[in-house]
């Protein structure tokens, strides 16, 4: 069965730091673009990082830049986002999402979910004091 595990959510303080996974079991991700999208109550679902697939390319959203670090690494099939000096208004539920066509990435990757094929469950941060 195909499917992404979010892990490494939790409770923390502002200023302290999380390490996200995915991992992928019944495929294997080195030819899938992966995304972190979060989406916090009541708001609307953004694009947080995107990676390629050989992980020579990384974007980020800009008000993660300089903080949030998105890697991979295809032999564990896993993709990470490293989250530090978090703040309060990072709080939300993180997914990651994988993509199969070419250059997700380099093409709009926060506006087209539609190439999305699949996406993980979810895990929750909380930032606060």
């Known amino acids: 069965q195909v499917q992404l595990v979010e892990s490494g959510g939790g409770l923390v303080q502002p200023g302290e730091s999380l390490r996200l996974s995915c991992t992928a079991s019944g495929f294997t991700l080195n030819d899938y673009d992966i995304g972190w999208f979060r989406q916090a109550p009541g708001k609307e679902r953004e694009g947080v990082s995107c990676i390629n697939n050989s992980g020579s390319s990384r974007y980020y959203a800009d008000s993660v830049k300089g903080r949030f670090t998105t890697s991979r690494n295809n032999a564990e099939n896993a993709v990470y986002l490293e989250m530090n000096s978090l703040k309060p208004e990072d709080t939300a539920v993180y997914y990651c999402?994988?993509?199969?066509?070419?250059?997700?990435?380099?093409?709009?990757?926060?506006?087209?979910?539609?190439?999305?094929?699949?996406w993980g469950q979810g895990t929750q941060v909380t930032v606060s004091s």
């Open positions: 999402a994988t993509v199969r066509k070419t250059y997700f990435c380099g093409r709009r990757w926060q506006q087209n979910l539609n190439e999305i094929d699949y």
